[in-house]
């Protein structure tokens, strides 16, 4: 009987207000489940980053209820069936929770209890990253980023949801000129916000070894991705890990609240 591959997964993270921002308004999520004995289920990771917008307009609020509510639903619906011994989801079950997972997160910002800015409800980015055996799922919204670390190369898997990217994706805006561009924040897609809203969802395969990172724009934003690679490709732990990459956002500046998941796996 083939015994199925049981991933070694260890994670770190930060998630500070940074030097300028008096207010936190990231949240984030980092779970890692084992479980042995003779009845072996499949290693579970499930991290999160949102990034609240508004400064004082509640974007703290809208992260904290997005990730918990984002974390409550992904926990209900796929692991404590697992748990319970029912069959592992097909890939297209996972990736519809997840979608759903976003929307429950997205309608529990819309309650009539939120606390609300004038003018509107707070907003929020996603992004999460669920390992379930050999298989990374994502779903994202807004410009919060993952990125898979492979080989020595950092890879980005998410695209911004951002007027500045769509810009640059139709050639009306150079690289060099979204650096300071005056409307560089705008998302064109967020939790919370009004209007129709749409969340990337994907699996792909892992390798043997490498690492995931999860972080808010306040430090992809910050930090060039060769830098943010050269921390990942050093020696440590993911905690260290994830401490090197804000003291990095904090020496670059450090302008806006700093997030950084790191979760490195083997097989």
Not at 6 to 20: D, L, M, N, V, W
């Amino acid at each position: 009987m083939n015994t199925p591959i049981t991933p070694a997964i260890t994670s770190g993270y930060r998630c500070e207000s940074g030097a300028e921002r008096a207010r936190n308004e990231d949240s984030c999520l980092v779970l890692t489940s084992e479980f042995g004995g003779h009845f072996p289920m499949p290693a579970v990771g499930l991290y999160v980053v949102a990034d609240g917008m508004g400064g004082e307009r509640e974007g703290h609020t809208a992260s904290n209820a997005a990730t918990r509510t984002f974390g409550e639903y992904i926990l209900t619906s796929l692991y404590l069936p697992l748990l319970r011994q029912q069959p592992e989801p097909r890939e297209a079950a996972v990736l519809d929770t997840l979608e759903r997972a976003v929307f429950a997160a997205h309608d529990a910002i819309l309650q009539p209890d939120m606390p609300s800015p004038p003018g509107g409800h707070g907003g929020t980015t996603l992004t999460a990253a669920l390992v379930l055996r050999r298989r990374l799922h994502v779903a994202h919204v807004g410009d919060s980023r993952a990125y898979l670390l492979a080989g020595g190369e950092l890879r980005p898997l998410t695209e911004d949801h951002s007027l500045v990217r769509r810009l640059q994706d139709t050639g009306r805006l150079s690289a060099e000129d979204a650096q300071n561009f005056q409307y560089r924040n705008v998302l064109l897609q967020a939790l919370g916000q009004e209007g129709a809203l749409t969340a990337d969802t994907f699996a792909l395969d892992l390798p043997d070894a490498g690492k995931i990172l999860l972080c808010s724009d306040g430090l992809c934003g910050l930090v060039p991705p060769e830098e943010m690679a050269g921390i990942l490709c050093g020696t440590g732990t993911p905690q260290e890990m994830a401490d090197r990459l804000y003291e990095a956002a904090m020496s670059a500046g450090g302008y806006d609240n700093i997030t950084a998941i790191v979760v490195d796996f083997a097989y």
